[in-house]
């Protein structure tokens, strides 16, 4: 199967892009973390795939509509 007909075929059935359904994967699997763990932010954007925290933290909060600190002072359980 070419790359087109790939992600042609991921769009129809996803109704994203690849790298969308992934980002949206690694800021679920990062809410959780923030949430249930006092793990830095560094360490669960590390955890999730993302190399650099500050790209982390813009693509969490293009997701989410607040940055991965004030995520956690809201949603933290303890």
């Known amino acids: 199967m ?3 007909t790939m992600l ?3 769009g129809d059935e996803a109704g994203e892009t ?3 359904y992934l980002q949206t994967v690694r800021v679920r699997r990062a809410r959780h973390l ?3 763990t006092d793990r830095t ?3 669960i954007a590390t955890d999730v ?3 650099d925290p500050g790209a982390f933290s813009d693509i969490f909060a293009r ?3 607040q940055r991965p600190r004030e995520y956690r002072a809201l949603f933290h359980r303890r």
Do not use: K, W
Request: charge should be positive; avoid cysteine; charged fraction near 25%.
């Open 41 to 43: 932010v560094a360490s």
């Open 34 to 36: 923030l949430e249930t």
């Open 49 to 51: 795939g993302y190399r």
């Open 8 to 10: 042609r075929r991921f």
């Open 18 to 20: 690849p790298l969308a």
């Open 2 to 4: 070419s790359t087109r």
């Open 63 to 65: 997701h989410t509509g």
